[in-house]
Every structure is written in structure tokens, then in C-alpha cells.
């Protein structure tokens, strides 16, 4: 019975403590054929000792690869600190901060957080995070629609992540609301705000607005912000915290900032971790403040005036209005935010730009090394942040195997979401990337690909002794 | 003191970020950031000594009992964080491919293996971030059910008005409207209200069970037949799943798609506030609408079932599999308790809950519905006691505080005047339980004898009672540096 | 500067107030010809990322072997929970307890550990403990001869580890302590208690006990501990403590039990890790306590009469007795121990027998395994605990290489030490070893062995195409 | 309450221990254990929760600072604790060939080389398990180097009064008798009684450098001199070596053996106590003497140095190479730090120090060196205080734990009357200290105005004031179950 405290005195003195004979009797309100439930497909318990050599094994299998992939997810380093303090009992094992007076440590530190993100993004207030960026992106697209009244469409340019709008779609399907897509500039790779001209008049509620954009390309967001108050529309700002720390942040987009800013917090100390854990930011101005799902912080002051933090806005909460709450939402991310909350205070600002600054050069490194070799040449011309689209004169997924083979993951295979852009793939290099692991990505990239060009596969299966 | 008010200007960590600092040329001034953010600018011990000094000011399961109603604060097993934080496990990119990470997908495929036994339903997806995103897969899934019908007269969904909040907001969010059905006294819901409100128009019926109340609805088949003759589909909302894990499924019970939260159930940490997963499973009839991606096995390899193979999926709900790593913890835990321990879970968490609600009974607390057993949790009522003395229930929780107890859930289930919903878990032990039961008692005394001492409670926390309306109607939700 | 905090401002400022106009100049006091003490084979600094993936790479290049050494170090499974608490900061950045009202927290838990070695020993008292278990055992012949007041040698079973005896020498040499080496029986492994009579009237301050001994043979402990006091000397039980969940422990030996017990705590709860931090335990009986070395944890009360813990018997330390002290000894290992300490409470005493009983059963599997290949035999004819003897008809140091290429450590090499028991080998399999490792083990050592039988390594010289 | 108190008879933790129970049938019954012993039966949770409650009545370096003098309390960097636990590294069993070790070895190596920089010496031994340890190293190679020249008439060990009480407890373990010089009033040896003192009996001196005092030993060239000159060894007591890294070489000042303690100036944790490591180092004549094992390198491989390749050594200290997990974390630390920063660390120390130092004395408190810089520490004296006012070092020291601050080292060194050695290391920040200073300034007048709020201290700890002499007179040193 493993983490059952009981002993068999105990287990005695209480039932007989309620009266009954057996603890089966307790279940005696529950009709009888209901109560046959035994578990089958469930394996026998395993000691600690057993499941720890089981996990050790599974993560063996799995081994450990120079990853060059982004994509919404980045590999930067996470300071030991970070999750040596998050899985602290009080942190890790605590619940939603309920009860305020036990839970200043939470409450505190997630006021904290929401201090730094409204300050990242250049904006008035943040929630205290929602589930990731993807679903955070719905949140915000739905925000907009409660807060416009009338619109229900939204323009979603096509240089967002693909599976993240196909997560919005299913998320806000059910409402009513149309995306409309936005097609993107094949030269440049991103959204030509002229190009916007035929959605005038169309009763938008908002235009997302991307910062670099999928393709790691940096979008005319002073242009895009100022199009989308003229027609009537809110701006929402779709952010890579990292990138803040260089670029523009949405509150100062334009001539009166992004209304709405949103993004994955993943980059800001939440290990990649196979796609999870993350945590969805979102931040907006004030006046949209009692429109914003997920929980906010506040701080006030208790009977004697000290000060202290709660839970506020409650009033929008599905615990409080049910039926008309501004979202479902319910937990937040809570331990990832600690993560990131404790990142960026070891990070601090300058740390966080030379963070984004190194990634950055990284990235134009590999580039440069990269675009060197026959045949792989750079799609977009237009500046971008740490992250760039690749064509290739090779199929992108054999030679993505062929790098795999060597112990390197090459990038993001493109082909499927944007076959129109031909054998092309993202890659990226963040500070974790050594000078080393670029030349090694190089070199194997040569090889694979000159040896492809030299020796096409069609002449190998022809010729049965290679 | 804030993080912001140890910061000084300059201060930084140079072991933290890249010791170089790299030009960037390459993007035009337009485009950069002109004033820098509002981060702290302290050391690394500043860092470490003010969260490490922050997190002693939680209570938590790891420091106190926390017996809070519908929340299931159980042990939570530190084998489960080490092993999901293995260096391979952490590292690996969601976007891997698939070859690269058969060990992780290995993890998930058992996890969906197991909770198809927990629930008694045909296929599990594990991709819901959350309870409240499972409880929308559940309810889209209702929905594209009828939609892959043709059927368009259903726009309406029912739920008891003892049902959890998300579940109206859910089905909100799904593009339905929303119908209650009332409880009888005894906990049950009203069967008669429930067959004249069923109808063409049905789309489903949420429902948890046992329910909110700490109570086993035990009219839990007629229902089922009731809302499937109208048409309508059963969604189970597996919050306290824990009340019934081993000893009865939901599938056996006539539901057609259920929620978990394993962040309960599964013993995975709260964290503060999540991150939780709430996986969904679904029977024969809606399992082809689940929510993508799900771990698929073909020839002894694992690998991610999508929109190609399952057309009629309600699509993503995260951008990759869910939290994965929370994912993985209820993984470790469920092959720790294996299939005995399971059995267990309901079970201890049942005599817990019965043996306080029985305890409390004789020392003169009121319960809510003192003719029927207990649950894992159930609700006493302080209503006579503020009629009595003015002492409310907020009182008595926050008074709990003062002796080193969590306080229950307060002033839910909505349907109870005052009450408490006390959810002790299979993990604490009977001394901690008497302890608690003595505490209750002491507070029930006092709040007779030294009114105020309750009312002004707490006394020995980091800070006294808190101002909520000021918090609400004066907003202060970030620090701004002064002058 | 890592980890430190100062701002130019905070130097300007605090320079002022010292009144001086530079850092260099608080150093003035130095002889300037002694204040050049530049750095030059000190790399520079590396950030906190370089770091870890320069550790991760040493750590992978020694890489993960089935473990079968035993020899005074034992792989046990370790609770996670064991060292996610103890490297909490407030157990993890404590000092000693000088200011016993801030460190409640390591003083409660360190009477806990006192209690808990006390009762598994069957001794009296224990103290709060040593750096390891050889120097304990140094220290405890030191302890010994302070209490014996006339005799200063000391009989030492040569079925102690080897190792451990130099150890003993070297710590205890330049106080004119004579050690006198006690031959082992060859057939046995143990020490004949008759065997004795030799030394009777020698003038001995102590006997020390193995049990088990090095060999994992169990000792006429009984007998021994009689035939010491009948002589005037103390008896010191040598014990691994995971062994005393299953054998009789120091306090019950003979007529009068041990007087002073002591050993490597290291197989509750600590990892193998390259051999430390481990640590010594040290128990004793009541009438010794004042003659006892390390810091000693005390159970009294405040100012209002409520129960805390503090340091005590300080007066034996050498802080305040200086040239006087019962020993130098000064920091203990207080972080090993808290582990230790955790590790028995989340065993218990079912648990540790547990873990004793399995990891007993393997050797005793093991052996079968291993004996039932030809050339492969147990040397010593006597009930063992979880560690056996084994001779090879092959070199011991060639075969365990050639296991080493299968992943293998096939256990301690005798040669060396015990030159006189031929080709021999000392294995253990704790309860972390599955019947698949020993499987493996005896698959790869049948094959070696039986290799090289076929084959003999000359014949193989002989021919040039092998 | 104690973990036996919360104990149970046949509670168990089954996940913790090996499921099937096996059997043992060889051992005969006489070697059996008849009565189980007395460990805690409690469940993983109230483990967990119970040695996590009581880390929280700890200060540490990670909540408060923590000036104790003396001991050098730093920031212990996280990176450290993280990358000394990888798996691989803690699996290995010390035993395990070099072949499977060479990461480590090449850590422990560099470690060394990077050690024999510091010293200003040619060879340095990390096996020593802690200070203590390190320093008994020293004096026994010091007479070993005297055994090996037949020396035997060098019976005397001189130690200045000020020194560590190690010091003369080492010598006294290494059969050398002790005599103690005196210090002049400035806090340096007086060299007259130390020329008295040398003679063809002296052994050698130890001595730390900056003095326990906390002021350089500005006369050190001197006095190695005239203990060279006598025939004798310098050995230098690292205790201090937080002071000068980086800035001055013990080697250069003349010692001929060094030791260091690692959990100091190298910042590996302090736990309670320990573990330490005390690593030791020697010049050109006493490197033969080093205990082993050393770690070679011959051909890019390393290997361990032992008694084979190392005849004179004085031998093994440890079963091991000392507590390779401590030496790991000393190695992290050095590589993070690098050259310039260990330069800094005696610079931001002394700055510290000294900044304390002089606004204390602007406030009106007494130091005991008042005309001498503070190296990394210094001392202060409260004789007038407690003459006054009745008020002494330890009731300050008590208060001090009031007002959230770790107290300073009390009643050492022992020469100064009163006295508080305070020692803040580079990693605490201004603000920090101005609010230490602050605290000061305000239990210097509680002292005059609210002696008893004083003397009373501490009030807000989880304990009063303990009652020591009871703790040694009545000796309660293990829990016995009561009946």
C-alpha cells in the first residue's frame, strides 16, 4: 500500500469510530454491480528501486542530440538555481493560493511575474500565465472578441506557427469566430502591411501579430498596429520573450502599442521537456484588464495595513460566474512561472540581452556556415531573430535522418505545413550551440548533401554492391 | 520585501548568461528595444535567498495537512519529479522526431493503457493542459459527435447546480447553452427535473460522481438511460476521480467521455496553481473525436497519431502533446501504486474522509447531508454557528491556519450555506486526522467563548487578514518604481 | 565577478566610508613584495552553461557500469526524496549549530540520527559523527586508549579492510600506538577465537571486531567480545550498518556487549560517488561518552522550560580544549548524516532488513551462478553476509577487464592485499542488482574464463592471424 | 515533536524497500538480530513533511546572512550541487578502475594544478576530509620530513596564542608537544618571544595568515625566517585563505605546507557541520610526504598516485581520495570563478570587512585592533558594553537572531574579551550589510534602554534561550520510549 500511512490498529479503530465493520461497507451506497471495478490492464506496483531503473532506461533510450530545432520551442541554458528552488516543497506541493495568508510565498513571487512580463512587453498588466502559448493565443483571439462586442472575425497571418492557429481554430471553433488567413510575402517572409488593404471594411475584431514570426523573420509591426486601430480593430501581440529583451516591445508598437500581448513562456527557464510543461503569458492594457482570462494577483493590505498579495478580479472566474465566466480556465502553470520568475530575476536584463544577443549570433553563424555549402541557401531576405528558413537542393526529411544518424537534430521540416516553400526547413542555434556544434551540423550537412548530389539515390539502388 | 527593491542598477550575475557579448548588426534600429525591461538587477544569492526565503511562506502538502475539498492534495511522491526530470527526459525537443524519443512515447502509451482500465472507456488522449481544457475536449467532442450526425437541434447542455464551475463555463465555450437541474436533499440530483428537462435539444449532461456534495449519486444509471434515450451524451468530470479510482469506472456508470485530473487522482504537484493535464477518454462512440496527438503503436514502435490518421479529431488543444512532463509524473506514480495500490486509493480515502465527518459529528458539527456516507470528501455546514454566534465559516478556515492546518474549501458547494468541503486523502495519517478533528474542536469552543480571537483570525501568519475588496477595487498588480 | 554583488556605486561608497581611495589599498598592511600573488595556471572563468556542459561531458565519458564491488562501499537504492531534502539551502548553507536557537532544524535531526545509530548498534550513546568509517576507526582506537590509560596497542584483525589498517597506522603512528595484526584462519576467513591465547597478557587497549568482516564472513563475535574484557581490553565492533537490520548489533555481543561501535555509514542512504562524502559513526556506551571524539547533540530545555537541542559535551573539543581536546576533529559530515537520517526514517526498521535480506539473497544468487562455472570457487567455508570470496583458475586482473568491456565491474581485486589467497576476488550484490545483472555476469565470466581455458593467452601470441 | 513520535508499530513505506521479502536461511540463528531496532515506522509523507518542517527552523546561508567569522559562510552556487550529483558521478564506486573514472580524475587533476596556483606551492594531496584533517596532514609530513633525516631531537610544535584550537590539538596527535608565543598588542606574534622560543627542538610553527585576529600578520617574512633559520617548518593554516586569494601566495610568505579548507574559501556547503575537505599543499621538500592517493596524469591518462609510486608519503587519511563530491563542487566553484575571480574575492571580502569595520566605529562601537585594516574579518569588542550595562557579546549575538541576522563568531578568538568576529565574505551586498549595521546600531541602544529585551534574546526563534549547562550535566542524548 504504497503511501497509505495506515496500520491495521488504525484502520480497526477507525471504522469502528464510524460504526461500519469493513471499509467495503462504506462503499454500500453505491449500487452493486457498479462496484465490480477492478483494474486488469494496470501492472503490479513497482518498488522506487524497480520504476527508477525503468525510467533511467527509458531516458537512455531516448539519448541526448545537438538540437537545432526551435520552432516555438528554444534550448537555452536554465540556471541550476531555477529548478532547485521551484521543486521545493512549499513551491512544488502547494495548491492554488486559496487561502492568501497561507500562500504570501506563491502569491508574491507570481505578482512578481506579473510585474516583470508587463514590463518585457512594454504593457500596463499580466495575468499570472495560461495553460501555453498556443491556447494563450486562443485566450487572447477570444478576449478580443468578448471585448469588441461586435466583430467574431480575426485576421491570422500565415507566418503564425501552423499548429498553433490549428489550435486557436479548435479552441474557438465552437463560438462562432472565423480566422481569416493572411498570406504571407514569399520574398521576404513575412506580412507586407499594404497587402492588408483588402480586409478593410471586413469587421474584424482583431489582427495577431506576430514578433518574429514563425519563420524567425521580424514582421513591420509599427505598420500592422497602426493598420489595425485604424480599421477598428485590436492589435495582439504574439511575442518570444527572449527577443524582448532586443526588439520593440508591443506596448510601443506603433503609435498607441499592441492591446493584447501574448506568447509561450517556455524560453524564460521551462526545460524543453518534449513539449511541456510550458505556460502561456499573456499581458494587455489596462482597460482590458476585466476582460483578461486566467488569474490575477493584486496587491492590498491586511487589517493592520501591511502589505500583501491575493487573488483578484475574481468576479471573472468560472468558480464565481459559471456560465458567464471569461474562460474555463481554471489552474494556471503555476511551477512553470516560478521557473521563469526566478529565471529572470538570475538573468536580470542585461542578462537576458546578451541571452537574445548570443542566440541571435549563433544563429547567424550557423547560417553563414550553412548557406557556404552547395545546394542550401537562405529563403527570406529580410532580418530576422535566431531563426531562419533553409532550402535545400535534397529532400529535407532524408536529410534531417541523415544528421539524426550523426547525432544532430538539423531543424524543422517545413514541407508539411509549407510545401509551396519546397524543400525547406527552420533552424536555429541559441547560446547553448558551441562553435563546435556548428561546424559539426556543418560538416555533416556537406557531406550529406554533396554525397547526395554526387551519388543520387536512384544510382545506388542500381547498383546492388554499394 | 519585492524582488524589485533589492535590484540596483548594474548588478548582475556573470555566471548566468554568455560571458561575451555578441554584436547584432543585422537588425535595424527600428525594430530594437529602446529602454530596458523592469527586471530585477540582483546577484545570484539575492536570487536564491529571496524565493528560497518566499517559498517558506507557503503552506503546502509537504509542510501541512491541507484537507481541501475537491482539490485532492495527496502526498506527492518525490521518485515522480526526479525521474520525470531525468537529463534525456528534460532535454528532448518536442519536435524531435519520433525515433528519438521511443523511451518518452513508451511512458505515455502505457499511461493511456492504464487509464483506459481506470476509466473503463475505450482510448484515452492525453493532450488536455488541464481539467478545465479536458472538460472542453469532452464537451467538443459531445459536440462533433452530433455535428458528424447532422445533428443541428441539439444546442443544450445540462448540469446540476452542484456541479463545478467550469462545467457551465465549458459548455459555454462549446457554443452551448446552459440548463441546471436541481438537487434533492439528500444529495441527489432530482430525477423528475432531469426527465422534463431532457429532450431533442439535449446535446449532453455533465456530471461528476460522486458529486461535488462528497455524496455518491446513486441514481447514476437511470440518469444514463434517461439522457441517452433523449440522445444526449455523458460527460464525467473526473475531478474526484480519487473517490472511486480502483473500485469503480466511469465507463461502467454510462458515460461516453471523461476527464482526469491527474494532478489530483495522480498525485502530481499543484505547483502553486498547475501545471495540471487532464487527459480524456472517451468510449467506442466518441473516441474518434479525440483530441490529437495520441500515442500510437505499430509493430512494436511508438508514434504520434495526428489529424492524418484521425480526421474526425476536435484538433489540438496545446502545441504538442500536453505537459508532457506532468504527464510523465503520473506515469511514475501510477507504476509505483501499480494495480493493488489503486484498489487502495478510494478505499483510504474514503475511510479517511467517513472516519473525520464521523468524528466531527460527535463533537456537535453539522453536516450537510449526515445520512449518507462519505465520500473522499464531504461538506459540514457552520450555518447554525454564525446564526449562533456570528463566527462564519471564513472564520473557522482562516482560524485552521493559526494551528497549522490548510483550511478546507470554503463556501463551496455553492448549494450549502456556510459550509466546508473537507477532503482529508488517502495519505494522511489517523494522528494527523485526530489533529485536526482536536483543532476543529478547539476552534468550535473558542468561537463561543473568544468570538473575537476567531474573527480576527489569523494571528500567526505572515500576514493578517487580507483586504480582497481593496485588492479588487484599488487593481495594484505590478510594482512600479517610485517618483 | 561571480557572485559578486557590488555595483561601481557600492565601491565608490563604501570606500568612502573606510576612507580610503582604492580596493588596493586595504591591503596596505601586506609587505608590498608579497602582494603579487597573481593567478596564472587558474583558467579563466567559465559561465554557469559552459560549466555544465563541461561537467556533463566528464560525466559521461565515465559512463554507467553494473556495479558487483562491494569492499566497503555499497551501492543501496537511495529514496529521491533523501537528497531533495537534504540539499534544501536551510540543511544544504548551514553551519554547525553554534547558535542553537537558528538551528533547531539540524540539531533535532541530529539527535533523531543519535537515537537511531544508538538503537542499531544496541549501544548507549551516539555521537552526531566522524569524516568516514576508516578514520572512525582510528578514532576509535584513539578513544580506546585515552580510556584504557595504560595499555597503547592494540590487536587489529587482518580480516579488517586493508585499506582501513594503513588508514588506522597513519592517523594514530605518531602517538606510539602499536597495532598488532591478528592472521586470518585460510579456511574460515574469519579469526579462530582460540587462536587468541597468543596475545593474552600483552597489555592490549582493544580488540577491534569486523562483523562482517572484509571477506563478508561473519566473526565469533561472541566469543571475541568475551575474550577481550576477560582480558582487560575493550572490545570495538567494526559493523556495516545495513548488515545490523539482520545481525546481532555490538551492544549484545558476548556477556557484555561491545564498548565502542563504529563504522562507514555511507550504505544508508549515501551514493558511492567516487568515495564521498561518506561518513563515520561512532557509538559507545554511557560510562565511555566523556572519552568520545566529534560533536555530540544534546536534548534540553529553553529559558521556559520547552524542549530543544543543542551541542553538548563541548568541553571535549578542541576549541576550547585546545592541546587538550580528545581529538581535532571539528566539522562532522552533518549533511551525509541527514541523509542517513532520512533514509533510515523512510526505511524503517522492516525496510532496512528488507534491503539487507535482498541484498544477501543476490549474493547467495550470485554465488550459485558464478560457482557453477568451471575454474570459478568460493574460497572460505563460513556464513557470509551479502559479500563473497571468490578464487578464478584465470588472472583476476584480466578477467575483470574483459568484464569491464562488457559493462561489467566484476568486483574487488585481492591480489594485492591478500596475495597469499591466490587469484581471488571479493563480489557483493546489494538488492540494486536484478537477476537479469547476474545473468549477465555469469554469461560474460563463464565466457572469459572459458576462453581463456580453450585458448590460452600464449597460444594466441603464437599466432599472428588472431 | 521527534520522527518517534510520529511513529506507528508495522507502519511501512512499501515503495522503499524491495517488495518480495527475501529469505536467509545460512545465517545461523546465534548471529541474528533478536529485537528490531528503534528506527522511525512513519510514512514517506510524514517523513518528507517532517524533515522539511524541520530544515525551516534553520538559518542558512540560503535565508540569512550569516557573518559567523571564521567560517567564511558564501554564497554555495547552485551549479555546484547540480553538476556534482549527474548520475554518472555519483554511481561510480570508488573502487572502479581509472579507466572508468577518467572524467573525474580529470577534474580532481585540474583541481590540483589549480590548487598548486593558489598556494604558491609545487604539489598538492585533496585527500584530506576536512580541515582538521588537512592540518594533521601538515604537521605529520612536517615530521616525517624530520623522521627522514634521523632527526629525532625536534619534539616542539609552536603555535601563537591567537591560533585555532586545532592547531594545538593537531600537534599534540601528531606526539609533538606544544608551546604557545604570544601576540603583541597590535595583534602580531611578538617576535621576541618567538626567537626565545626556536631552538634545535623545534618541529615548526603553525600559523594562519590573516591571524584569527583578523589582521595580516605583517611580520611573517620574519618570523619564517627565524623558524627556518632554527631548523624548523612553517606551516600555514588555511582557515583564512578567503582573505588573501588571489592576492598573496602562503608560498611566498615562506610556508613549506599548507592546508585548505574547501568549504570555505571555495564555497562548497557548509551541511550542518560538514562534510569539508581539506585538501593540503606542500613546497619542494615536503611533497614527498603528501598523503595519498594523489592523482597523476602520464600520457593524457590519469591515474592514482599511491603508496607504490609515493614511498615516503605519510599515508592514506581517508578509505577514499577524500569526499570526491566535495572536491567536485571546490572544482565547479574554481571553474566558474577563473583567475579573475578569485582575484576578486579577497578584494570584495576585505571590502567588505572593512566597510563594516568603519561604520561600526562611527556608531560607537569598540574594536579590538581599532589602528589595523580588517582583512576579511575583524573583531570587535563588547568588555565596556557588559561592564555598563550588564550586557554581553553572547546577548547581542542572541539578538542579532531577532532581527533575522546570523550571529558573528562569539568569545573568539579567545585573547579578545567580549569580542564577536565578524566576517561578512564577498557575496553579500551592500544593502545587506547597511541593514546588519543598522541591526547593530539598534541593539546597542536596546542595550542601555531595554537591557532585558537584550539579555532575554532570542524572543522570536522556535526555541528561547537553551539551557546549556543543564544539556551537559543532565545528558539526554537519544529518545527512549517512555514506559
Request: hydrophobic share 40%.
Amino acid at each position: 500500500m504504497p503511501f497509505i500511512p495506515h496500520t491495521d490498529a488504525d484502520v480497526k479503530a477507525m471504522l469502528k469510530s464510524i460504526g461500519v465493520n469493513s471499509i467495503d461497507q462504506l462503499f454500500d451506497e453505491i449500487p452493486e454491480k457498479l462496484r465490480a471495478g477492478k483494474l486488469t490492464q494496470v501492472p503490479e506496483g513497482l518498488s522506487e528501486m524497480e520504476v527508477t531503473r525503468l525510467m533511467q532506461a527509458r531516458a537512455n533510450q531516448d539519448g541526448a542530440y545537438i538540437n537545432f530545432i526551435g520552432a516555438g520551442a528554444y534550448e537555452h541554458h536554465i540556471p541550476a538555481a531555477v529548478w532547485e528552488i521551484v521543486t521545493r516543497g512549499e513551491f512544488y506541493s502547494a495548491y492554488t493560493p486559496y487561502q492568501a495568508e497561507a500562500s504570501q510565498g506563491t502569491l508574491q513571487l507570481l505578482y512578481e511575474y506579473q510585474t516583470m512580463m508587463a514590463s518585457l512587453t512594454g504593457m500596463d498588466v499580466s495575468n499570472a500565465s495560461l495553460y501555453d502559448g498556443a491556447s494563450g493565443l486562443a485566450e487572447a483571439v477570444l478576449m478580443a472578441v468578448r471585448a469588441h462586442k461586435k466583430a467574431r472575425k480575426i485576421l491570422m497571418p500565415s507566418t503564425v506557427h501552423p499548429i498553433w492557429r490549428r489550435v486557436v481554430r479548435a479552441i474557438v471553433a465552437n463560438q462562432n469566430i472565423e480566422l481569416v488567413e493572411i498570406p504571407l510575402c514569399m520574398e521576404c517572409g513575412n506580412i507586407i502591411p499594404d497587402s492588408l488593404k483588402q480586409y478593410e471594411g471586413g469587421e474584424f475584431a482583431a489582427l495577431v501579430i506576430p514578433q518574429p514570426n514563425f519563420f524567425g523573420v521580424l514582421e513591420e509591426v509599427d505598420a500592422l498596429t497602426d493598420w489595425a486601430h485604424a480599421h477598428n480593430m485590436f492589435a495582439i501581440g504574439l511575442v518570444n520573450p527572449t527577443a524582448l529583451a532586443l526588439l520593440t516591445p508591443p506596448g510601443e508598437w506603433g503609435a498607441k502599442g499592441a492591446d493584447i500581448a501574448v506568447g509561450e513562456g517556455q524560453p524564460l527557464g521551462a526545460p524543453l521537456s518534449s513539449g511541456g510543461p510550458y505556460y502561456g503569458f499573456m499581458c494587455c492594457k489596462e482597460a482590458l484588464v476585466r476582460q483578461m482570462p486566467g488569474r490575477i494577483i493584486g496587491r492590498t493590505v491586511d487589517k493592520d495595513g501591511k502589505p500583501g498579495f491575493t487573488l483578484t478580479l475574481q468576479a471573472r472566474e468560472q468558480h464565481i460566474r459559471r456560465s458567464k465566466a471569461t474562460s474555463n480556465i481554471c489552474t494556471n502553470q503555476g511551477l512553470v512561472v516560478a521557473a521563469s520568475t526566478i529565471y529572470m530575476a538570475l538573468l536580470g536584463p542585461e542578462g537576458l540581452e546578451r541571452v537574445a544577443r548570443t542566440s541571435h549570433a549563433n544563429t547567424l553563424a550557423l547560417i553563414e556556415k550553412l548557406t557556404a555549402i552547395q545546394g542550401v541557401t537562405r529563403v527570406f531576405d529580410h532580418p530576422v531573430f535566431h531563426e531562419v528558413v533553409l532550402r535545400l537542393d535534397a529532400p529535407v526529411s532524408e536529410t534531417l535522418r541523415a544528421l539524426e544518424a550523426q547525432g544532430i537534430l538539423g531543424g524543422y521540416d517545413l514541407t508539411e505545413h509549407y510545401p509551396h516553400l519546397g524543400q525547406s526547413l527552420l533552424v536555429c542555434a541559441t547560446e547553448t550551440r558551441t562553435p563546435e556544434d556548428i561546424n559539426q551540423y556543418a560538416f555533416h550537412l556537406e557531406r550529406i548533401v554533396s554525397k547526395r548530389r554526387l551519388d543520387p539515390p536512384c544510382a545506388v539502388k542500381t547498383n546492388p554492391n554499394i | 520585501m519585492l524582488i524589485f527593491e533589492q535590484s540596483q542598477p548594474n548588478r548582475r550575475n556573470y555566471s548566468q548568461a554568455p560571458l561575451a557579448k555578441a554584436e547584432v548588426k543585422d537588425i535595424p534600429e527600428k525594430f530594437r528595444r529602446k529602454k530596458r525591461p523592469l527586471l530585477p538587477e540582483v546577484s545570484e544569492m539575492q536570487a536564491v535567498r529571496h524565493y528560497t526565503r518566499l517559498s517558506q511562506l507557503n503552506f503546502s502538502i509537504d509542510t501541512h495537512f491541507y484537507p481541501l475539498g475537491s482539490c485532492t492534495m495527496k502526498y506527492n511522491p518525490r521518485a515522480c519529479n526526479k525521474l520525470a526530470m531525468l537529463p534525456n527526459l528534460l532535454g528532448r525537443h518536442p519536435y524531435a522526431p519520433e525515433s528519438t524519443g521511443q523511451g518518452f512515447l513508451a511512458c505515455m502509451y502505457e499511461l493511456q493503457e492504464m487509464l483506459k482500465d481506470v476509466t473503463g472507456m475505450k482510448a484515452v488522449s492525453l493532450t488536455p493542459l488541464a481539467g478545465a481544457q479536458g472538460e472542453f475536449a469532452g464537451v467538443a467532442m459531445i459536440r462533433a459527435y452530433h455535428d458528424s450526425r447532422g445533428d443541428k437541434t441539439r444546442t443544450e447542455i445540462l448540469v446540476p447546480d452542484a456541479a463545478h464551475g467550469t462545467n457551465p463555463a465549458t459548455a459555454v465555450m462549446c457554443g452551448y447553452t446552459v440548463r441546471e437541474i436541481p438537487t434533492d436533499a439528500n444529495g441527489d440530483v432530482e430525477i423528475e427535473a432531469l426527465k422534463a428537462a431532457v429532450g431533442p435539444q439535449t446535446a449532453g449532461l455533465m456530471l461528476t460522481n460522486p458529486s461535488t456534495l462528497g455524496v455518491f449519486e446513486r441514481k447514476i444509471t437511470e440518469i444514463a438511460k434517461i439522457v441517452h434515450e433523449a440522445g444526449g451524451l455523458l460527460y464525467y468530470d473526473g475531478a474526484n476521480l480519487n473517490a472511486i479510482l480502483g473500485r469503480v469506472k466511469p465507463g461502467d456508470m454510462g458515460f461516453d467521455v471523461i476527464h482526469m485530473n491527474l494532478h489530483k487522482t495522480f498525485s502530481t504537484p499543484h505547483g502553486g496553481g498547475g501545471p495540471g493535464a487532464g487527459p480524456v477518454a472517451a468510449n467506442d462512440r466518441l473516441t474518434p473525436f479525440l483530441p490529437v496527438p495520441i500515442v500510437g503503436k505499430v509493430q512494436n514502435k511508438y508514434l504520434w497519431e495526428t489529424e492524418k490518421t484521425r480526421p474526425q479529431t476536435i484538433g489540438r488543444l496545446s502545441a504538442n502533446m500536453g505537459n508532457a512532463g506532468v504527464l510523465l509524473r503520473a506515469y511514475v506514480y501510477a507504476r509505483l501504486l501499480g494495480r493493488e495500490g489503486m484498489h487502495r486509493v478510494a478505499e483510504f480515502s474514503t475511510l479517511n474522509a467517513n472516519y473525520i465527518m464521523a468524528e466531527l459529528s460527535k463533537r456537535g458539527f453539522d453536516m450537510a447531508f449526515p445520512k449518507r456516507r462519505a465520500t473522499h470528501e464531504f461538506v459540514l455546514t457552520f450555518k447554525k454557528l454564525k446564526d449562533e454566534t456570528g463566527v462564519s465559516a471564513m472564520d473557522v478556515a482562516k482560524r485552521l491556519l493559526d494551528k497549522g492546518f490548510h483550511a478546507p474549501t470554503t463556501y463551496f458547494p455553492l448549494l450549502v450555506p456556510e459550509c466546508h468541503l473537507i477532503e482529508p486523502t488517502e495519505t494522511e495519517a489517523k494522528e494527523e486526522l485526530d489533529r485536526f478533528i482536536a483543532a476543529m474542536e478547539d476552534i468550535l469552543k473558542e468561537a463561543r467563548t473568544s468570538t473575537d480571537v476567531v474573527k480576527g483570525a489569523p494571528h500567526t501568519l505572515p500576514v493578517k487578514r487580507l483586504d480582497d475588496v481593496r485588492a479588487a477595487r484599488e487593481l495594484d498588480l505590478t510594482w512600479k518604481r517610485a517618483g
